[in-house]
């Protein structure tokens, strides 16, 4: 190879490590860029020719090769902003650029891209774009059925829409009646004074004239508010009275009436407690059968009963079912008396305005309202590749497909988190070590380029 192949051998070296140099530069100046992948350098040495003659070979040139480093993930660390998110594990987010405007609205490239930065906030137009303006894709959360509708990801864009009301249909309500009611009317001298008052005939609605009576010989079942088809609150007090003591010699079972208040202004024969359902429950304080207003049994027996019409001061909800559920409601002993309620609650709410966007755990974006509901709006998909190293890298940490890395796989194991963000996968303390032994190496090939000069001159200076 001689003193000329020995100094090209050094400057392919000083270029080989001037190369080193640019990527490591690069890392450490992008290691706070949220989503970054470093480059890494490899090394390969170009043989020259030297036959298959091992006495014969000489040690070739060298040439520099960036390595890719896309599939090792950077520190996931946590964000106040509820639109942020990372991947953690294998994938990428799908995103578009924006190519610009035409009468007001934004125009898209088409072509999706890819990208681990995550700092995704909202704009003006409802789309969700990171700090390097890709703009976010998602597939689309059918309202009714709660599931992603269509597998082609499409721009996901967020309106401010008011959510509507829900009327409410079914009350649930879950708890224990008192084997012995202390109403206010009991007296545990005087049998029979803890049972509805012998002037109301149990199953006939409740009027402004006997309330007194009713309300001493009745226990409060507590109240829930509830909602019409406008969304409007409609507050629903239930009361229980015992009609019926068990009676293992008779034989008869215990039973107790439901009533819910209608009508608070009530004056008179009018109604101010319309009565809900009938209840029976064996010796052993399980309830047995359930008849509602109507007169009809429900099926399966002691689940639920159904308000007819329920009304309340003029508001009409409709019917109602008032469920209890599989030994949601019993008959036991409690020493004060009282209706015990371990659950109380219904599927109604008010029309709401929307509050605020978030991510879930499982990766969807959920928008909240004011009346304490929320509604899935998109599913973000997580796309990944079987060469992730063959990606072209594009400005601002995205990421195109190419021929060697594969068309996009939507089966990535990894998953979206939100209120987070990943961090530069660049280690500044071992780019520092790289630069140590990239700049030693670099010197050694000046001292051979040194060497090989002074050489050259002895070999001139033999002809002087």
Known sequence: MGIYGAINAAISGLKAQS????????????????????LD???????????NNQTTQKAG?????SRATNDIPGDVQRSDIDT????????????????GETDGRSIFSGNNVYTRRGDFEIDDEGYLVNGAGYYLFGNPIDETTGNVSGTVPELIQITNDFMSARQTTEIEYRGNLPTYPITAQADATSPGSELLDSSI??????????????????????????????????????????????DASAPQDAQWELYYMSDSTATGTDTAWTHAGQFTFDGSGALIST??????????????????????NGNTVGDTLFTFGSDGLTQYADPNGSAKVKTLQQDGYASGEQTGVQISGSGRIIATYNNGQ???????????????????????????QT???????????????????????????????KLIITQQAYSANTRIVTSGDEMLQEALNMVR
């Open 84 to 99: 942020y998110m990372a991947v953690k594990g294998d994938g990428y987010f799908v995103v578009q650029q924006k190519l």
């Open 291 to 312: 008849v509602d207003d109507t007169g009809t049994t429900a099926s399966p027996a002691g689940t639920n009963v159904t308000l007819t019409n329920l009304t309340v």
């Open 61 to 65: 040139t060298v040439t520099a090769n």
């Open 41 to 51: 350098t490899s090394f390969s040495d170009l043989v020259a020719s030297g036959g």
């Open 403 to 433: 021929s060697d890395s594969g068309e996009p796989l939507y089966s990535a194991t990894g998953s979206v988190k939100g209120n987070s963000l990943e961090a530069s996968n660049t280690d500044i303390a071992d780019e520092f070590s």
């Open 201 to 246: 005939t149990p199953g006939n609605d409740i009027t402004a004239n006997d309330e007194t009576a009713f309300l001493r010989s009745s226990l409060a079942g507590e109240a829930i508010t509830i909602y019409d088809e406008n969304g409007s609150p409609v507050n629903v007090q239930v009361r229980w009275a015992k009609s019926q003591n068990a």
């Open 374 to 400: 929320t509604r899935d709006l998109y599913e973000i998909p997580i796309a990944s590749f079987n060469a992730d190293a063959w990606l072209e890298r594009l400005d601002g940490g995205a990421f195109a």
């Open 19 to 38: 190369y080193a140099l640019e990527n490591i530069s690069g890392n450490i100046a992008n290691s706070q860029t949220t989503g970054y992948k470093r």
